[in-house]
């Protein structure tokens, strides 16, 4: 899976989309007055691949209504999906996101997954995070509890907003295609 995932390009990041569906590494975002859209694909695929026919068909006139609303403002998380859960996502999504942005998600399939947990985080809940009841499910000291943490401290530190949220085709109870059967899926898609 990591070898697979490792081919995968480009390689994951938050990317800024311009007008032309071109991306480029988004580093400081400074305009966060305005809200961003947020892309976040599925398993096995990236930004192109679960978004990029917005762009293409040009005679529906929805990617014109999508830059014209957003301009610059349009971001996309090129995220792994074979070696980290989606906690592990939203944790590295936070990590770069800057303080006190507002969010407008499109998410596809698993990245619904990522796009629930995200709005979980939003200082626009409120209660922002994972409960102590949610986190006591987990056992002390596993990963999930541990990721479910960080995301508490990261979301009262970045104090973003998740204002928007369309999930496109997301299983909302969570997905078997890779738990505990990556080796078929593997053989499937080999």
Known sequence: AKKLEDKVQPQP?????DSSFRKKVAGQLKDTNKPYLL???GTN???EGAFGDLAAYKQFGLWNFITGAYGDNILTWDHKTFTHSPLENVIDLLQKLPSGIT???ITHSRGGLVGDIL???SSANINIGFSDAELALFAEGSNERMCMQTINTLAREKNIVVQKFIRV?????GTS???????HYLNTLL
């Open 13 to 17: 990041g938050l990317y800024l989309l």
């Open 103 to 105: 969010l407008h998600l």
């Open 177 to 183: 295609l890779l738990s505990n059967r990556l080796d």
């Open 39 to 41: 892309f976040i694909h």
């Open 45 to 47: 695929s990236n930004t």
């Open 169 to 173: 085709a997301s299983p909302s109870m």
């Open 119 to 121: 709005a979980r985080a």
